[in-house]
């Protein structure tokens, strides 16, 4: 499926990329990129259905901790391919991304 | 004069920032709840198979926001998000089902992802839906919760259809698909759903078809075989 990258959606890959094998929240992810909610949950959700990213639930219990559980987003081999693939064609290496 | 005016002056000073204070107050009080209530409203805007999961999901990153204007911004947000992810899911492909066969009747407990749990003991009849790819997928649907749809609308013949991905021995999980259209196809999308339950099965009624199980079950699922089998 071709899934087109905006600005936003790089900023994310590359963060996820950066962190292959922890999960990370929406807010980590919206606050280490300063991707909205109102953007950042859509990409998720459409990487999610192409397999770019997979997502867990938190292994707590919700009323044992007194808060919700979050869910942690992990970039997939498939996604870590792309994501490359993407940066590569923007000529820059996925730790040297300079946003405005 | 000049020292009354002063005194008046630094009296309406004193009370304009209590008047700030307490109103600023009321704010960062309220605002978390205000935050809340628009996510709640925003995924109201999500098809049923969404909305357990990102409610539990935004609550949480409402609950990571620090400070007013963040966990207003976020809410706000959500109710885009909530618009982006209904419109696609609208949009997606679906394929009617070729072929769905009784399978096994489970008792089935749901415990629902919410913050506040709880659980709901119910009957589910597992079917084995056949998709025009030659795929096989478990399905379930619940009867009580046929039987509600059909209350509100006579002409709807088919339930809100769950599949089950990976089913097991001793768990599995629910994907909401869809509703049938009145004329009794079964809509299934082919990509697996977000779980919104999970739970134990007993397999009182394993190998036992639901040709053997509740009449109404029987009826339904004959009417949608015939049809399909028809079209």
């Known amino acids: ?100 | 004069m000049g020292l009354i005016a002063d005194i008046v002056e630094a009296a309406v000073a004193i009370g304009g920032a209590v008047v700030v204070k307490v109103i600023s107050t009321d704010i960062t009080e309220q605002t978390p709840v205000f935050a809340r209530k628009l996510i709640t409203r925003a995924v109201r805007r999500l098809p049923i198979a969404l909305r357990e999961r990102y409610l539990e999901e935004w609550l949480a990153h409402l609950d990571e926001c620090k400070g007013t204007i963040p966990k207003l911004l976020h809410s706000l947000g959500c109710i885009v998000s909530a618009s982006k992810l209904a419109s696609r899911e609208q949009s997606q492909p679906r394929i009617p089902v070729f072929l769905i066969e009784p399978w096994r009747e489970a008792k089935f407990k749901i415990i629902e992802n919410h913050g506040n749990r709880f659980v709901l003991d119910t009957d589910f009849h597992i079917v084995k839906v056949r998709l025009p790819d030659g795929q096989t997928r478990f399905a379930s649907f619940e009867e009580r919760q046929f039987r509600r749809l059909k209350s509100y609308n006579k002409s709807i013949k088919a339930a809100i259809c769950y599949p089950v991905f990976d089913a097991g021995e001793d768990s599995f999980d629910l994907h909401p698909l869809g509703t049938s259209s009145n004329d009794a196809v079964i809509m299934l999308s082919i990509h697996p759903r977000y779980m919104v339950g999970s739970g134990t099965t007993d397999w009182s009624g394993y190998r036992r078809t639901l040709s053997q199980g509740r009449s109404s079950v029987r009826n339904y699922l004959s009417r949608i075989i015939c049809t399909l089998d028809e079209g």
């Not at chain 1, 606050?31 to 867990?56: F, I, M």
């Open chain 1, 1 to 100: 499926m071709d899934v087109r990258l905006s600005a936003p959606g790089l900023r994310t890959l590359r963060l996820l990329l950066e962190h292959p094998l922890e999960g990370l929240s929406g807010a980590q992810i919206s606050r280490a990129t300063k991707v909205g909610s109102g953007t950042l949950y859509p990409l998720l959700g459409r990487w999610e259905a192409v397999g770019w990213v997979t997502s867990e639930w938190e292994n707590v219990d919700p009323s044992e901790v007194g808060r919700p559980r979050r869910r942690f987003y992990k970039i997939t081999a498939l996604g870590q391919a792309k994501a490359r693939e993407a940066l590569t064609d923007l000529q820059v290496s996925p730790g040297t991304l300079a946003w405005a």
